[in-house]
């Protein structure tokens, strides 16, 4: 039988020629083949210390150019030795980055960004020029001016966290006044009081705000953060101790001072601290700085008001509880998880307070009644609700 020829093969065999040489495998090319740059010696890696040399450099350059942050960093630790060997050092580079004009850099970008006095600190914080010495309570109140659709009080809210859910419920509540306009949303900025002025300044930031906005009612909410050793002009006091209630009440009465003196002179609306589910620090701490509160608001009787919350969110008992009953007998939630903020339901129970002694200092309501008694009241000059122009004279009516 003959042998099969190719063609009867499989066609997936390959047939191989033993007598040709296998190709050798093509190497791959190399830089220099791509580049031509045969003949140059062969690159030798950086040293390890010229590595972190330049790595050294570009930190310091970067910690210089960003002084001013990282002082304002540094002053906003906990008080304590961490806190001051930080400032230590993070001062010395601020005063070198000062000195070589580095800071600018920052300082010109933050303008752009309209951040401007994001690294500003100010430690300084205003006396009181109301007399809080013990004598008789003022029995004569100023005269309750009126509001009404056509000439709104201007109100202004803002503090620290706690301010947020009541805030925005107040601004819900008076809308139905009519005789209300806000001036923006609720100004909350977290975790500041007036224990740390170099974290944030709320007198100075307030003289800044109000006397541009002029308003005709000013709520603030703070104190939350302030059971702590006090800084700045005057600190030094660890809480609690007669010297730090002292200098404390210096500062709420210099700020108290300082938003009624405004051009407008504004009434002001000082909600105080309520019971939080850790009981024993709103015994401790909490309850000094509320009594503080309501000193100094006395001793401003008819131009500081303040807003006792224990009343409205504590058990009758004045304790701490996550669930009240509604007039209607419904039990609604009032607090958060974290034991400390509001739930809506709890906010519009602030908010109620909040607006119950709004109706003490100002009139709200005789507009609808159309009493026999007429007035006049001139709006201030300056910003109006929401930004609104406010210049006109407008007749209202007053309850005989």
Excluded: C
């Excluded at 159309?370 to 000059?381: E, H, M, N, V």
Aim: charged share 20%.
């Amino acid at each position: 039988m003959p042998p099969p020829s190719r063609a009867d093969l499989p066609t997936t065999i390959k047939w191989s020629d033993s007598s040709q040489p296998e190709p050798e495998p093509r190497a791959q090319p190399s830089i220099d083949d791509l580049t031509g740059d045969r003949d140059s010696p062969p690159r030798r890696p950086l040293p390890a210390g010229k590595v972190l040399a330049v790595g050294l450099i570009a930190l310091l350059v970067g910690a210089l150019l960003n002084a001013a942050g990282i002082r304002k960093t540094a002053l906003g630790q906990p008080v304590g030795w961490r806190r001051d060997v930080s400032t230590f050092f993070a001062d010395r580079l601020y005063d070198v980055s000062h000195a070589l004009y580095l800071d600018r850099l920052r300082v010109d970008l933050k303008d752009l960004l309209g951040r401007s006095t994001d690294d500003a600190v100010n430690t300084r914080l205003p006396s009181p020029t109301t007399t809080t010495t013990p004598g008789p309570t003022p029995t004569t109140l100023p005269p309750r001016v009126a509001f009404s659709p056509t000439h709104q009080a201007r109100l202004w809210v803002g503090g620290d966290s706690l301010s947020d859910t009541p805030g925005s419920e107040l601004i819900t509540a008076v809308g139905a006044t009519n005789a209300v306009g806000v001036l923006g949303p609720v100004d909350s900025h977290i975790s500041t009081g007036l224990a740390r002025p170099e974290v944030f300044n709320w007198p100075a930031y307030l003289k800044t705000v109000l006397t541009a906005d002029q308003p005709d009612a000013v709520v603030l909410t703070f104190g939350a953060n302030d059971d702590q050793t006090l800084t700045g002009s005057g600190g030094g006091e660890p809480f609690g101790g007669p010297d730090w209630q002292a200098e404390y009440a210096r500062r709420v009465g210099g700020l108290m001072d300082t938003i009624t003196g405004i051009s407008s002179h504004p009434k002001l609306f000082m909600v105080g601290i309520p019971p939080i589910r850790d009981m024993a620090r709103f015994t401790n701490d909490y309850t000094i700085i509320n009594r503080i509160f309501s000193a100094q608001a006395a001793a401003r009787r008819g131009h500081v008001y303040y807003v006792d919350t224990v009343s409205a969110l504590g058990t009758p008992t004045g304790g701490y509880a996550d669930f009240l009953s509604n007039p209607d007998g419904t039990v609604v939630q009032v607090r958060s998880s974290d034991g400390v903020h509001f739930t809506r339901a709890g906010g519009d129970r602030v908010a109620g307070a909040i607006l119950s002694a709004m109706r003490q200092a100002f009139d709200l309501d005789s507009w609808r009644t159309g009493g026999s008694t007429t007035t006049t009241t001139t709006a201030p000059k300056g910003k109006g609700p929401r930004g609104r122009s406010s210049t006109s004279t407008t007749p209202t009516t007053r309850l005989p």
